[in-house]
Structures are given as C-alpha cells and as structure tokens.
C-alpha cells in the first residue's frame, strides 16, 4: 500500500505523520481517515481551496488536475507548481510526502 508522509503543521499534525493510503483514495480521506482534520469547506466537490495540499514528492505519479481543479488552486494562499487540491488528487501507487500550507483562505467563511 502507498504510504502519504505528510511534513509537520502547526495545528493539523505538530510532529507530522505517516499514514497507509488506499490505491485510488484522495489524499484529503486518507489524512482524515488518520485524524489529521485537513479543512474541507465544500465537502469535496472542487469548490473550494481549504483543502490545498502541496505534493512534496511523487507528485508526478498523480493523475493530472482538471481544469476545474487548477481554476480553484489558483485562489490558492500559497499556491505552489506542486499544489493540489487534497480531495481530488488521488493517491497512484507510490509514495508521497505532502505539506498542508500554513494558511488556507475559506472563502465561505469571509463576511
Ligand atoms: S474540499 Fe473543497 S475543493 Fe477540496
């Protein structure tokens, strides 16, 4: 099985963790599935970019973003050429290491 490293967050995971992924499983399920609670305003439907993620390594083994998808990273705080939105990449065969961005900006939320 795949594994997902994900790098240390101050608030989601302080000492980082390494969490089994299902082959097909997005990155976003495979960290709450371990308690690691990555914000999902939109409830997975590429609205939103709260679930931002930044593929640190096997960023290529992922199939690629849909358009849709790069639309909304591009509201992205921190948006980097290896960002993704957690709920809609999925996890291929190989390992990843991912860094959930210090910010996200929930658009829902703003008044
Ligand atoms: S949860 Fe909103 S785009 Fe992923």
């Known amino acids: 099985m795949p594994k997902i490293v994900f790098l ?6 302080p000492d980082g963790a390494v969490v089994e992924a299902e082959t097909g499983e997005s990155i976003l399920d495979a960290a709450l599935r371990s308690g690691i609670e990555i914000e999902h305003a939109c409830e ?7 679930c931002h993620c930044v593929v640190r390594e096997g960023f290529d083994s992922l199939a690629e973003s849909t358009e849709d998808e790069d639309d909304m990273l591009d509201k992205a705080w921190g948006l980097e050429p290896e960002s ?3 709920c809609q990449a999925r996890v291929a065969d190989e ?3 991912v860094e959930i961005p210090r910010y996200t900006i929930n ?3 703003e008044h």
């Not at 240390?8 to 995971?13: E, N, S, T, W």
């Open 84 to 86: 993704r939105l957690g």
């Open 95 to 97: 390992d990843l290491v």
């Open 107 to 109: 658009h829902a939320r």
């Open 8 to 13: 240390p967050h101050q608030d989601l995971c």
């Open 44 to 50: 997975k439907s590429c609205a939103c970019t709260t």
